[in-house]
């Protein structure tokens, strides 16, 4: 799962001189950039430098993550959850500081947006400013936000939490070499402990580094692009990640190969547990039913029994869903002798109860084959790839499901006939997808390889993903690139799918 949440409001504070006054109520709220920044020396006061600076503050709606956690989607406890947060550069062609820090807080208190937008002269006026951060919590501990510490403790930004863990440093930083890069700094901890109501949902602080901010240079001016930013593609992201992809081997079972077998159940098409008994006792838990595959033999049916359990994304149970791990082995000597009269074994899948009373679903026959062992690496093998179920447009509240037919001309399975036939799709497991902004040629969600939050999942039908449309930018266009991952080489297909447009209107 990518999701992205966007910043409910945002602005910087500064100290500035202005025409020989100094200026601190000055607010940016509305100002379509985020500007960093540090003057030393630019201006006088009484034959002795000054020092002028600036700290951004954002603040991003987390309601939809908490929506997903509620819903069981997402476990915030799993090594895959990540989230980060991203500014974009909007360099045009103004001096920037190279060379420098910046690093990230969580806010203790709150502040309010306000309405301005004089970037230049510092000429309007309006909460929050350098000395206050909001109408109803009135003025920061100490100007600037510049209250830092522990909690529990009565600061304007947190450092470390001992609700947390004790001595966990809660600062994030990032390394600008040129000055004109993009922001993206981890704030996994500081979002989950947030959502665990461990720390306040308050936003972030992004300041240069302390030892910035207080030596003798002057660092002028890192430009972001803010909420109200003309370009949509420039304005702040909170990026969550989650891999909650399902990998089921139905359609890809080897000898010698563990694999998992799932089993979907639904109700008026809603994703639905199995009930059992008089009083429909739904089926919870890990190994809360039996998985029999069963092949047909000489005199009778020969039959395979696994453990079934209901599917977790981490700790969390997904309501109608249940797999089975199976491990066919080359040394059963039935398998292996059928194997050896037609090359591959049949073998049909039936879910049952515990105690063998009910059986809950026979399922279309699973074809096992031997494991292929040929010269043929990833490079040789000649796949062609195309995501289909894609509309030519799409609402932004949308949520879709694409499936990806992926189809290996050099397969050893491959049927001859002479009639046309739908060809089966490959499955590989290391499947992922991004989306590309035809016109722009821009990512919009990258390939993930790392937290494995745009990784396929496959069921008997083969690949498929779900593509949250809020994630896009309306009024664009775009296309799914498609990539496969085996044997640690990378093979990207590029322009896999129809292009689409996103839109808010009907």
């Known amino acids: 799962m990518y999701k992205v949440l966007r910043a409910d409001k945002d602005t910087y504070i500064a ?8 200026t601190y109520d000055a607010n940016f709220g509305a100002a379509g950039s985020l500007n960093l920044f540090k003057l030393y020396g630019v201006t006088m ?4 430098p000054n020092t002028e600076l600036s700290r951004i503050l954002i603040h991003y709606d987390l309601q939809p993550l908490r929506d997903l956690i509620n819903e069981g989607l997402i476990d915030i406890s799993n090594g895959s ?4 947060v991203k500014l974009f550069d909007v360099y045009g062609g103004q001096p920037t500081p190279s060379n420098f820090t910046a690093v990230l807080h969580p806010l203790s208190r709150s502040f309010d947006e306000g309405l301005g937008k004089d970037v230049v002269y510092h000429a309007d006026r309006d909460v929050s400013n350098f000395l206050s951060g909001s109408r109803s919590g009135g003025a920061w501990l100490l100007s600037g936000c510049s209250a830092g510490g522990g909690l529990p403790g009565t600061v304007d930004y947190i450092t470390a939490s001992t609700s947390i863990l004790s001595g966990v440093d809660l600062e994030s930083s990032q390394l600008f070499l040129t000055g004109e890069e993009n922001l993206e700094i981890d704030v996994t901890l500081i979002v989950s402990a947030t959502l665990a109501g461990l720390l306040p949902d308050e936003g972030f602080r992004i300041a240069l580094d302390s030892s910035h901010e207080t030596d003798l240079r002057t660092y002028f001016v890192k430009r972001f692009g803010g909420r109200t930013a003309f370009n949509e593609a420039k304005r702040p992201k909170l990026v969550v990640k989650f891999d909650d992809s399902i990998q089921d081997d139905s359609t890809s079972l080897y000898l010698d190969s563990p694999s998992k077998i799932f089993l979907r159940n639904y109700v008026h098409d809603a994703p639905a547990n199995l009930t059992s008994g008089s009083g429909f006792t739904e089926i919870t838990g890990s190994n809360s039913l039996i ?16 453990s079934g359990s209901q599917h977790t994304n981490g700790i969390i149970p997904i309501t109608g869903i249940y797999s089975a791990s199976v491990n066919l082995s080359s040394t059963d000597s ?3 002798s059928k194997m050896t009269q037609s090359g591959s074994v049949k073998l049909i899948p039936i879910w049952g109860s515990i105690d063998g009373t009910v059986t809950f679903l026979t399922g279309s026959e699973l074809t096992i084959f031997a494991a292929q062992r040929s010269g043929l690496s990833l490079e040789t093998k000649r796949f062609t790839t195309s995501v289909h179920n894609v509309n030519e447009k799409y609402f932004s509240d949308e949520n879709s499901t694409m499936r990806i ?3 290996d001309i050099t397969s050893p399975h491959l049927i001859a006939s002479r009639l046309p036939i739908e060809s089966p799709g490959r499955v590989i497991r290391d499947v992922h997808y991004q ?10 969600i990258p390939f993930d390889t ?19 449309m809020s994630n896009l930018i309306s009024e664009r266009t775009y296309v799914i690139d498609i990539m496969l991952v085996t044997s640690n080489k990378r093979k990207i297909y590029k322009s896999a799918s129809p292009e689409f447009r996103v839109t808010d209107f009907s």
Request: charge should be negative.
């Open 15 to 22: 100290d500035r001189v202005i025409k020989s006054v100094r």
């Open 45 to 48: 006061s009484s034959s002795l």
């Open 81 to 84: 959850f990540n989230c980060s």
């Open 291 to 306: 998985l029999k595959l069963a092949t047909e033999i000489s005199g009778g049916w020969y039959t395979l029994e696994y």
């Open 334 to 336: 039935t398998l292996v």
């Open 405 to 407: 037919h992926l189809f």
């Open 435 to 444: 989306v590309r902004d035809v016109q722009s040629n821009e990512i919009e």
């Open 450 to 468: 790392s937290y494995n939050s745009t990784r396929c999942s496959s069921d008997a039908l083969g690949m498929y993903f779900d593509l949250d």
